[in-house]
């Protein structure tokens, strides 16, 4: 499915949502921090918030030709006053997705931010980022050993025993590393290799686990690797949805995914359409979901119906694939 086949039908839903959506109040995540939005009588919106003792602030102000579409500035004295490279704001609501989208002059969708309940910035960091290594996984090692890893929100279990975990972060984002903690009374070699902290990168197959030096340096950024380096990945008879399943059903607003390679998300972008039975022209694509047990090409692509959260996922990696 081209760009502007997905950006078509984000104009289309925008156009059939009815009448001016209000964008009072709230909690606005913009993938790191949490805004707070206050609607003037005028239309006008001021977005705030303070972060680590900065303080961030913006307008939005309502287009008169466009239907809940806003341009952006930082200062209402001088509206024409660019914000970064974005030009327009558009805000969305369908089945209790709340968002607003931030589109450059070319049309591509830079970010999304989104209505939450929650109003702890790092908390929703840290489930937005956990929420990619779900599953069953494993590994194979050169002592022949076979390490079975299965990962949820509060749990971490490698061979069947559970262990402690924490998510490191710094100034409330992501560090991409996890502490785990010792346990007590277990002889499991395979087991006691794995405490320690770890960077976690996440691939098409699965992650890599990278163990890494906390002393090293006082910035969690900069910690190196020291150790061994383990590939997790979901084994044939455990996939039963795709390796990037969240896509079709989380907001990727967090952009964790910007650190993949361009590959890898061309294969997650497509991913969420094949998890509706997409037929690909692409030999690649085809050849590579037909090996996946979940996949079921569809009669016709004109049957498949995306929601907005896969219309968004799809246009944030495609924004993200071409600025790399």
Not at 36 to 63: C, F, N, T
Not at 65 to 93: A, C, G, Q, S
Not at 113 to 137: P, T, V
Request: hydrophobic share 35%; aromatic share 12%.
């Amino acid at each position: 499915m081209h760009k502007s086949v997905i950006t078509t039908l984000l104009l289309c839903l925008c156009a059939t949502l009815g009448a001016q959506a209000q964008i009072d109040g709230g909690n606005w995540y913009d993938g790191e921090i949490v805004y707070s939005a206050s609607q003037k009588a005028d239309g006008k919106v001021r977005m705030h918030a303070m972060d680590e003792g900065e303080e961030y602030e913006y307008w939005l102000i309502p287009m008169a030709d466009k239907k809940d579409t806003y341009r952006i500035t930082r200062d209402l004295n001088n509206p024409e006053y660019e914000y970064h490279d974005v030009v327009k704001v558009r805000h969305l609501k369908e089945n209790g997705l709340d968002v607003l989208c931030y589109y450059t002059k070319n049309d591509g969708l830079k970010n999304v931010m989104s209505n939450e309940k929650e109003w702890d910035a790092e908390k929703i960091n840290k489930e937005k980022w956990l929420r990619q290594f779900y599953g069953h996984f494993v590994t194979e090692e050169e002592s022949e050993f076979e390490k079975t890893l299965m990962w949820n929100s509060s749990q971490l279990s490698v061979n069947g025993t559970e262990l402690a975990f924490e998510v490191i972060t710094f100034n409330g984002r992501i560090t991409d590393c996890i502490r785990i903690y010792e346990v007590e009374d277990t002889t499991n070699e395979l087991v006691n290799e794995m405490v320690g902290t770890w960077r976690v990168i996440p691939n098409r197959d699965g992650f890599e686990f990278i163990s890494v030096d906390e002393e090293s340096d006082n910035m969690p950024y900069l910690w190196k690797p020291d150790g061994p380096k383990y590939q997790f990945s979901i084994p044939y008879n455990y996939r039963a949805s795709g390796r990037f399943e969240y896509a079709n059903h989380i907001l990727l607003n967090d952009r964790q995914f910007a650190k993949m390679d361009k590959k890898t998300l061309r294969f997650m972008r497509n991913e969420i359409l094949a998890y509706h039975g997409y037929r690909f022209q692409s030999k690649d694509l085809t050849d590579f979901f037909e090996e996946e047990p979940w996949y079921h090409p569809a009669p016709s692509n004109d049957q498949i119906k995306l929601s907005l959260v896969e219309q968004l996922n799809i246009e944030l990696i495609k924004y993200v694939e071409n600025s790399k």
